[in-house]
């Protein structure tokens, strides 16, 4: 027993670290994680970096202790040695900064409350998975758009959440969004119609929820209601009964693809700094335009195409169904499209293609646009986030000397008077319309539509009360000082 523990020798492993030779040594006792701690020292990398051992012809090396040696008796010669050490292979710098993004927004941002604890999850998630990822060295959807340095990828893959959703318009965005939006997928019955493999749909997942930006308002979170109410829509109005199964795959992908990369400044913007977005489109819906050009890219990518099992014909169609409603969401069509479909309600027919391309467009209008219509404690922080973003954008008009939108001036506008017209003449009208279609919209969504409207104007008459006080007040003080100024040159004469 003695002479067999006296003749057993540490195991030695020998690294290419830029041209240095660098020796590890570990016993039989040490785990995968002691031999990565190791080998992460060796490197000079932090502790829990995940990377990755190559041979000289690139094949993967498993970092345990049953793994290959590359031992001292065939390292003699110095170009052997170089032949032979195995390569470090650093995971993507991208998961690093996505990381680094999140621990910061934590920090800084002041999150909520609601979302604090999500947060934290969501760091502890990610750190747990880079530990762990040591047989992944490349991530797919490797193009750039615009922005060289950014990466349309999937940064990590979706751990197992329980499958759940509330078909209810006062959803909690503090959920999981994305097994939410999976589980949309499987409930409506399109992972099983059109074969999407679950594996890559819970990376498409990933790689949208990655190429939203963190907008105070054109963000993931928006992404997410425009979708839940879409699905709610789906469910409360039975549109699985007059749509086929193409058409609600087109209405649900297209809800979540339709604000990708959205930069935080809108077409009017665009078109006026002459951005290159409206370059490249001729001024023609340029945000509308880049998301379609973003959501496809990501689709072209094998590790994320969730239509990789559909034909060749049914593709093209699912393709220009999704631009098609993409598109839609630009406002600036928004008379153009409501008045065709008014005209189209006079006989709509639910086998007229036409008719019913109407009323998709219609459909992912109304749910980009729906948060009036949820209850005011989940509705009125979205308004804030939409003034943020519009006062970024006007700040930023004024010091390039561009056009203000008035309902963008943080000098001009009000909570109140923002919404107000906005329901009245955009919200209240189009669901009206929706409403001759689907009577149950008129109870879950026109009804809080006018309640929303009327506890604005009970606030805007609140502020031009408050306004006109201030106002009396400002005239009495000049008036009083008036008095004591004539008073003044009275008695001194």
């Known amino acids: 027993m003695g002479s067999g523990f006296s003749t057993y020798r540490p195991k030695a492993i020998y690294l290419d670290i830029d041209g240095r030779i660098q ?18 020292i060796a490197t000079g990398l932090p502790r829990n970096t995940t990377i990755s051992l190559l041979t000289i012809d690139d094949a993967m090396v498993s970092i345990d202790p049953t793994m290959p040696t590359n031992s001292e008796s065939v390292l003699t010669q110095v170009a052997e040695q170089f032949s032979r050490a195995f390569k470090i292979n650093e995971l993507k710098t991208e998961v690093t900064n996505h990381l680094a993004m999140l621990e910061k927004r934590f920090e800084l941002e002041g999150l909520k409350a609601v979302e604090i604890e999500k947060c934290k999850s969501d760091i502890k998630k990610m750190r747990e998975e880079m530990t762990s990822r040591n047989n992944r060295t490349t991530c797919p959807c490797k193009y750039s ?10 940064q990590r893959d979706v751990p197992a959440y329980p499958k759940h959703v509330i078909i209810t318009i006062s959803f909690s965005i503090s959920l999981q969004m994305l097994s939410c939006l999976e589980h949309m997928y499987h409930d409506l019955g399109l992972v099983k119609d059109f074969n999407i493999n679950p594996i890559t749909l819970k990376r498409w997942l990933l790689c949208i929820h990655d190429n939203y930006r963190n907008n105070p308002f054109h963000n993931f979170r928006h992404c997410f209601c425009v979708t839940q109410m879409m699905y709610c829509m789906i469910s409360l109005c039975f549109l699985q009964e007059k749509f086929s199964q193409m058409d609600i795959l087109v209405l649900m992908t297209a809800a979540i693809c339709h604000d990708l990369d959205h930069p935080g400044y809108n077409n009017t913007y665009q078109i006026n700094a002459r951005t290159e977005l409206a370059i490249r489109y001729n001024d023609i819906s340029p945000l509308e335009n880049h998301h379609c050009a973003v959501a496809f890219q990501i689709i072209s990518q094998p590790e994320c195409n969730i239509f990789s099992n559909v034909t060749t014909e049914d593709f093209k169609k699912i393709r220009q169904g999704i631009i098609t409603l993409i598109l839609a969401t630009d406002m600036a069509r928004h008379a153009e499209i409501l008045d065709s479909f008014k005209e189209k309600m006079e006989n709509f027919d639910y086998t007229n293609e036409e008719h019913m391309i109407y009323l998709k467009m219609i459909l992912i209008k109304c749910c980009d646009i729906s948060n009036e219509v949820r209850p005011m404690e989940v509705a ?21 000397g561009l056009p203000v939108a008035p309902f963008m001036d943080r000098d001009k506008v009000t909570k109140p008077t923002a919404q107000i017209g906005f329901i ?26 006018w309640e929303s409207k009327n506890r604005y104007e009970e606030l805007k008459k609140i502020d031009d009360a408050e306004k006109k006080t201030h106002r009396g007040g400002r005239n009495e003080k000049a008036k009083i000082l008036m008095q004591k100024i ?8």
């Open 23 to 40: 020796k590890v040594v570990f016993s039989k006792y040490c785990s995968s994680s002691d031999i990565m701690d190791l080998v992460c």
């Open 486 to 493: 004539f008073d003044t040159i009275c008695f001194s004469m």
């Open 380 to 400: 009125e922080p979205w308004v804030d986030c939409l003034l943020e973003e519009y006062f970024m954008q006007s700040d930023r008009e004024k010091s390039e």
């Open 424 to 449: 009245k003449f955009v919200l209240i009208p189009m669901f009206e319309t929706v409403t001759k279609l689907f009577p149950m919209v008129e109870e879950l969504m026109l009804q809080p539509l």
């Open 145 to 154: 758009f615009l922005d060289n340095n950014r990466k349309l990828m999937p």
